[in-house]
């Protein structure tokens, strides 16, 4: 008995001894889960539990390993954990070493304290030694240490590249309406964005790497933006997601990027579903909400402009983009001490210029003196064409998403007295000033497309892709997404000449919250107005 006893604690001594290397950590492992786990002592588990836990919880931060590889260790862990235990005390104890170092593993990531790159090896190593031929825990656990040592070492993998990037590139994608009746949005947007990649690219790119756009259709549709983010996701294997347009595509496109933990960044709406509290860690927006932006006009109209609330009403399409701004107005109302269930909304249907309802009801109303619209550009300029000789002395706002050049251009088309007069709220500086970042987006605009006229949909797209470029290049040369939204959300008071500085924090996933006024005078031209 004695010598029994004797060599189990030789043996369990060379086990501990091992098991602080870290290549015997994997082949242990291996031996375990091929089946030997009831030879094992309870305290060597314990000790791999707590080294193969970091790995587990690193690869769950990880958002480019797959995660049936994951499950499967996780899966065969258990297993080992559940036939070592001789009860259940101990099972417990050792499933929550396992639950405490997983999330260790976590908090590296989130840290910078570990990569995906050294993550994905070390998982690849575990997944080598489960799949092995298992020599048995008598190879590893001989009478001496000498003996174990000869047992070859599985060799180290390289870690496939992050998705969407590799030593020459990062791939970006855009869901957007290229084609209906808003495609001018899409479009401006898409320029916008490759102005400033085009621009970086032309220095050397980012750490050597070029930005690159891959556009995907969805025409403004919810029921076509799934396939689109499908497209860019897995055929295109985009990085991550920038500069998409809209609010009820938003609805569906964010879901879609937040169960596969990509960056949704700089999107063409200022809707509240991308501005959760706290914020979804994969969505950042720089842009002012629509809720800012009506509450801005709002406060300008009564203010500046001396009309009642119960004097404003609002014209807005009718699903979540609509709802968005008419939150704003409500909110602006309560704040006044005003009952916002006096507000009279107007709606027509998404991609249709049908506003005859909205017109008949506005008939019905005798004191509306200013609407606030929430539309595309084409039913708003349907509406005002409409309206304009019913309430000659009606004043016209719209929120920045409506596309103020395309706006623009529709109401000069019906000539001068249409136009004069209709406010557009603003996220982004005016684009006939003499700003920093206004002068070098034109330069950028005229060099890479050269006849395109500057727009305030493109000037938007720019920014928010300078936002983006200025967290690439302080990530640094090696990052993943975990890596770079940790760089975003320890940006402050980043100066891009907008005029306002730019910021973000965990519980700040906005950059921006500046609204700026302007007006067309009557030859088409958005002249800047003060809105406060």
């Known amino acids: 008995m004695s010598d029994e006893k004797s060599g189990k604690t030789q043996r369990f001594e060379v086990l501990r001894r091992v098991t602080h290397r870290p290549r015997w950590t994997v082949i242990l492992l291996g031996t375990l889960m091929a089946g030997a786990a009831n030879a094992a002592p309870v ?23 797959a995660r049936p590889r994951i499950q499967t260790v996780v899966d065969k862990f258990v297993a080992v954990i559940r036939e070592t235990a001789p009860n259940e005390a101990i099972r ?77 590139e990062i791939r970006f994608g855009i869901a ?53 983010m499908k497209q860019l996701y897995e055929k295109d294997q985009v ?38 509290d706290p914020p979804d860690r994969y969505v950042f ?48 109302f309560r704040a006044m001490g005003v009952n916002d269930n006096t507000i009279v909304r107007l709606n027509y249907q998404r991609n249709t210029v049908d506003v005859d309802a909205a017109i008949n009801q506005l008939k019905l109303q005798k004191n509306i003196k200013a609407i606030v619209m929430v539309p595309g550009y084409r039913a708003a300029a349907k509406f005002i064409e409409k309206t304009k000789d019913l309430f000659p002395d009606m004043i016209y706002t719209s929120v920045s998403f409506v596309g103020s050049t395309a706006l623009a251009e529709e109401l000069k088309l019906l000539g001068p007295r249409y136009a004069n007069g209709v406010i557009v709220t603003q996220v982004v500086p005016a684009v006939s000033g003499y700003s920093s970042i206004v002068l070098e987006y ?37 990052f993943d997404t975990e890596k770079l939204i940790d760089t975003l959300e320890n940006t402050r008071n980043l100066d891009l ?3 306002t500085p730019l910021s973000f924090g965990r519980a700040e996933h906005q950059a921006s919250h500046k609204v700026w006024g302007t007006a067309l005078d009557e030859k088409g031209v958005y002249q800047p107005i003060e809105m406060e």
Do not use: H, W
């Open 285 to 332: 927006n720089y842009r002012a909400s629509y809720a800012e932006e009506t509450d801005a006009t709002v406060r300008y109209l009564v203010k500046i402009r001396r009309l009642k609330p119960q004097q404003i009403a609002v014209f807005a399409q009718q699903d979540s983009y609509g709802d968005s701004g008419f939150q704003g107005v409500a909110k602006a």
């Open 43 to 65: 305290d060597v588990v314990r000790d791999l539990a707590g080294r193969v836990g970091p790995i587990i919880g690193s690869a769950l931060a990880c958002t480019d390993i």
């Open 176 to 228: 957007a309406p290229f084609s209906g009746p808003n495609k001018e949005l899409g479009r401006q947007m898409k320029l916008g964005i490759d102005s400033a990649f085009n621009r970086v690219n032309d220095g050397g790119g980012v750490d050597g790497r070029m930005l690159r756009l891959v556009a995907a259709d969805d025409g403004y549709e919810p029921t076509r933006t799934v396939e689109a």
């Open 442 to 478: 034109k330069n950028a605009l005229a060099k890479y497309f050269p006849g395109e006229a500057p727009d305030y949909g493109s000037l938007e797209g720019y920014v928010a892709a300078n936002v983006l470029i200025q967290g690439i290049k302080r990530a640094g040369p090696q």
């Open 239 to 276: 990085f991550g997601i920038i500069g998409n347009v809209g609010t009820p595509t938003a609805a569906v496109a964010i879901p879609f990027a937040l169960e596969r933990r990509m960056l949704f960044f700089g999107a063409f709406t200022g809707s509240g579903i991308l501005r959760r």
């Open 497 to 499: 000449g907008l005029g």
């Open 92 to 168: 417990v104890d050792l499933t929550q070493v396992l639950d405490r170092s997983v999330a260790d593993g976590r908090a590296a990531i989130s840290s910078g304290r570990s990569d995906c790159r050294s993550t994905d090896r070390q998982l690849a190593d575990l997944e080598r030694s489960i799949g092995a031929p298992a020599p048995g825990l008598a190879g590893i656990i001989g009478p001496s240490a000498a003996v174990a040592a000869t047992t070859p070492t599985a060799p180290v993998n390289t870690m496939p590249p992050v998705r969407g990037m590799t030593d020459r």
